[in-house]
């Protein structure tokens, strides 16, 4: 059945999803002459460039009543990073079946972990990013309040929506390759259309509600209120996010296992 094998193929491959986590992140940069400090430089330079953009020359700002007075490129870093565990699963998911050809044809290698795995590699490079946030929270406001620790609650429905996505686009990218190119617009899409760079706020009433509907934009605004107004999250609002990220969890999950037995096949 697609429900119970969807939540426990994760859990009873727990082990093995680990280490090649473990691998992934290693190889990343194995070889380079900083090695695993470019893990730190590159959410860095990205939010330089970011702030610099969008703060600096568009007098990006969000509002008080948003944010308090935190620091626009403080803000800016929270959304960015919740927003790019989608990001990295979305532009690499299309060509995740094409680029574990070896695992796809052992027969007892269980290829449901592999969008799993790629979505711990991105967890990862996050939690290294929020450790971050916390530094220049610290520094440059105060210590960070004790509701920032809701932030786990509140990233598990676009874990789901991550994991969700990686299933659907890999089984299908694996039969259409020009899904890399769509993901790759869709993905920047998706970007601008979350309230990252601007405050929910700021969109006009019209558009306010289909705005939303996107999962990430929720996951990003009850970021915010726990991070900057140090209130509890709107857990109606969650809920109703994680309903979203299951149908995907599951919808995507149902794809994979419908179009798996091609595989083998395409690669």
Same mark, same amino acid.
């Given at each position: 059945?697609?429900?119970?094998?969807?939540?426990?193929?994760?859990?009873?491959?727990?082990?093995?999803?680990?280490?090649?986590?473990?691998?992934?992140?290693?190889?990343?940069?194995?070889?380079?002459? #900083?090695?695993?400090?470019?893990?730190? =430089?590159?959410?860095?330079?990205?939010?330089? @460039?970011?702030?610099?953009?969008?703060?600096?020359?568009?007098?990006?700002?969000?509002?008080?009543?948003?944010?308090?007075?935190?620091?626009?490129?403080?803000?800016?870093?929270?959304? %960015?990073?919740?927003?790019?565990?989608?990001?990295?699963?979305?532009? +690499?998911?299309?060509? %995740?079946?094409?680029?574990? =050809?070896?695992?796809?044809?052992? @027969?007892? #290698?269980?290829?449901?972990?592999?969008?799993?795995?790629?979505?711990?590699?991105?967890?990862?490079?996050?939690?290294?990013?929020?450790?971050?946030?916390?530094?220049?929270?610290?520094?440059?406001?105060?210590?960070?309040?004790?509701?920032?620790?809701?932030?786990?609650?509140?990233?598990?429905?676009?874990?789901? %929506?991550?994991?969700? =996505?990686?299933?659907?686009? +890999? +089984?299908?990218?694996?039969?259409?390759?020009?899904?890399?190119?769509?993901?790759?617009?869709?993905?920047?899409?998706?970007?601008? %259309?979350?309230?990252?760079?601007?405050?929910?706020?700021?969109?006009?009433?019209?558009?306010?509600?289909?705005?939303?509907?996107?999962?990430?934009?929720?996951?990003?605004?009850?970021?915010?209120?726990?991070? #900057?107004?140090?209130?509890?999250?709107?857990?109606?609002?969650?809920?109703?996010?994680?309903?979203?990220?299951?149908?995907?969890?599951?919808?995507? #999950?149902?794809?994979?296992?419908?179009?798996?037995?091609?595989? =083998?096949?395409?690669?």
């Amino acid at each position: 059945m697609v429900v119970p094998d969807a939540l426990a193929i994760p859990w009873r491959h727990r082990r093995l999803v680990a280490r090649l986590a473990r691998r992934d992140i290693a190889a990343r940069y194995r070889g380079s002459i #900083f090695g695993p400090l470019w893990a730190l =430089a590159l959410p860095l330079a990205m939010l330089g @460039i970011y702030n610099f953009a969008f703060g600096r020359i568009f007098g990006g700002r969000f509002g008080e009543s948003a944010t308090g007075d935190a620091p626009f490129a403080l803000v800016l870093f929270a959304g %960015l990073l919740l927003f790019q565990i989608f990001g990295d699963i979305v532009q +690499s998911s299309p060509s %995740l079946i094409r680029n574990n =050809a070896t695992y796809i044809k052992q @027969i007892i #290698f269980p290829l449901e972990i592999l969008p799993v795995v790629a979505v711990v590699v991105a967890l990862f490079n996050a939690a290294v990013s929020f450790a971050m946030l916390l530094v220049f929270y610290a520094v440059l406001i105060e210590a960070p309040p004790i509701s920032a620790l809701w932030i786990g609650v509140i990233a598990l429905p676009l874990i789901f %929506l991550a994991i969700g =996505a990686g299933w659907l686009l +890999s +089984s299908i990218g694996a039969y259409f390759r020009d899904l890399t190119q769509v993901a790759g617009l869709v993905c920047t899409a998706t970007l601008f %259309l979350t309230p990252i760079f601007y405050p929910l706020e700021a969109v006009p009433a019209s558009l306010r509600t289909v705005i939303g509907l996107n999962p990430i934009a929720t996951v990003v605004e009850q970021a915010r209120s726990v991070l #900057f107004r140090s209130e509890p999250p709107d857990f109606m609002a969650l809920a109703l996010c994680l309903l979203g990220s299951l149908v995907v969890y599951f919808a995507g #999950f149902a794809v994979f296992q419908r179009l798996r037995p091609h595989f =083998a096949d395409l690669v």
